[in-house]
């Protein structure tokens, strides 16, 4: 069988953490048994879906690889399709039309309540409709939930988890105004578009047993279900705004690699052995869901944050490079490129995110001498800028490697008595204008002769 999956959002918010990862299991279980990956957008909410949200969904789901392997579905464009099987279902019995007023409904809501069983409207039953007659136009579609018996579901993650039948309510499937529910539409749009597994948040857990009776009731196949656990912040609670949740592109903005977000995600709530650090395809790779945990999963932001240290490391230099110059405000040196490639294992080193890799860059990406710190000026005095000085006149034309230039330096320093503590501070202030950057030595031959004598003699003038 073909293995088809979806996401399904509805476009009420932003794509949130718990949101992508849904989407991302999905994705890789799917092509995990060459199957097909698909997205639908529940906006049949008219009143809470927005445009905004529609577009935050595609850019956050496309930043990180997981846009559906067809266009989207809109759930409100199905409309009419929801409606005619709503009508089915009244025609084959598995619905009923509901003449309740507001005021009988909460009069029986209460004595469900009080019974301990769920709501169950005296017009499922056809001998109630020859004897009250139809009234008006004003009835809800309810689907009729069995009378008896329990209802399982084998779930992927859960296990087998079963309710009694008189737990579930006969649900609205379509409003007074003829509208559709979402419990109807998703069942629908499900069936129409050949799912094969779903898998979501386990917040919908006891939706799955009401939509399995609408599955019964039109004799199509059940989907198989897998309720993913939540996503909880460091105190336990799930995971919500005050924990900082946010939308996912508010982690593109912070510098974080979609590749990273795609391994951490992976991680919330699913493991492979001892495996941290992985690529999407190792994860396709490896995907079982039966390695779903039944436990809801930490969000930790420090281990994201060194989840993107890695593949910043593992990232190609030429793409980093880019992505640094792109942020330059100002034309750029030509050598702009090469000093950044050349210093690129060192700069990934000490950042975590892009945005910290893009600061502090301008002494390599621009020419001239750089901007200083207060604490930089103040290590040039005149005795530093006279051994600077001489330091450069002593710089051959060219010193293209890293040896070459420690050799040099060494024979300098030995030849005037000097420690590498009398000109490294004072070197790095004259080419970084700060007192922290990578290696000195590293930076030198980044910059090459030609620069570093420039800088040294724009100081010293
Ligand atoms: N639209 C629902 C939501 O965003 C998901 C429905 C489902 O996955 O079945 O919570």
């Known amino acids: 069988m073909a293995i088809v999956t979806r996401f399904a959002p509805s476009p009420t918010g932003y794509l949130h953490l718990g949101g992508a990862r849904t989407a991302l299991f999905n ?5 995990s048994q060459g199957g097909k990956y698909l997205l639908r957008i529940e906006d049949t909410d008219k009143a809470r879906s927005t445009s905004d949200a529609i577009h935050a969904i595609h850019e956050g789901l496309s930043w990180l690889g997981l846009e559906g392997d067809a266009p989207a579905v809109m759930q409100s464009e199905q409309e009419a399709r929801h409606r005619e099987v709503a009508a089915t279902l009244l025609e084959n019995g598995h619905a009923y039309r509901c003449y309740l007023s507001d005021a009988q409904l909460d009069t029986l809501r209460q004595k469900a309540k009080e019974d301990g069983v769920a709501l169950r409207s005296p017009w499922r039953d056809p001998a109630y409709h020859d004897t009250s007659g139809e ?11 069995p009378d008896e018996g329990d209802l399982s579901i084998s779930d992927l993650v859960q296990g087998k988890v079963t309710v009694t039948a008189t737990q579930l309510d006969d649900m609205v499937l379509c ?10 539409a998703v069942v629908v749009d499900d069936h129409d578009m050949g799912i094969t597994h779903i898998i979501r948040g386990d917040d919908h857990l006891n939706n ?11 004799g199509w196949d059940i989907p198989d279900f897998a309720h993913i656990p939540l996503i909880h912040g460091q105190d336990g609670a799930k995971l919500s705004k005050r924990h900082g949740a946010v939308g996912i592109e508010s982690y593109r903005e912070d510098g974080y690699l979609p590749e990273a977000m795609i391994n951490y995600l992976m991680r919330l709530g699913w493991s492979h052995g001892d495996e941290e650090l992985f690529t999407m395809a ?27 240290h890695h593949h910043l490391r593992e990232a190609s230099p030429d793409t980093l490079a880019a992505l640094i110059l792109d942020k330059a405000d100002a034309p750029v040196s030509e050598d702009a490129t090469s000093r950044l490639l050349t210093l690129m294992p060192l700069l990934t080193e000490r950042a975590m995110t892009l945005v910290e890799l893009c600061q502090g860059q301008d002494y390599l990406i621009y020419d001239g001498t750089p901007a200083m710190t207060e604490d930089a000026a103040a290590l040039l005095t005149d005795e530093a800028k006279g051994i600077l000085a001489e330091f450069a006149d002593s710089l051959p034309d060219a010193l293209d490697t890293l040896d070459q230039l420690k050799e040099h330096l060494n024979a ?18 004259a080419l970084t204008g700060t007192k922290q950057s990578p ?8 910059l090459g002769v030609k620069e570093v004598k420039r800088r040294i003699e724009s100081i010293c003038k």
């Open 439 to 446: 290696s000195i030595t590293d930076i030198i031959v980044a």
């Open 175 to 184: 409003r007074s105004d003829g509208s559709p529910t979402y419990m109807l």
């Open 135 to 145: 009234q008006n136009d004003d009835f809800v579609i309810r689907l009729r939930m």
């Open 282 to 308: 190792q994860a396709i790779d490896w995907f079982d869901i039966a390695k779903v945990g039944k436990a809801p999963s930490r969000f930790d932001v420090d281990k994201l944050r060194s989840v993107n």
């Open 412 to 429: 300098f320093l030995e030849a005037r008595g000097l420690k590498m503590k009398h000109i490294g501070l004072p070197l790095r202030a």
């Open 27 to 31: 994705y890789v279980f799917a092509k």
């Open 208 to 218: 799955a047993f009401r939509q399995m009776v609408i599955y019964q009731a039109m």
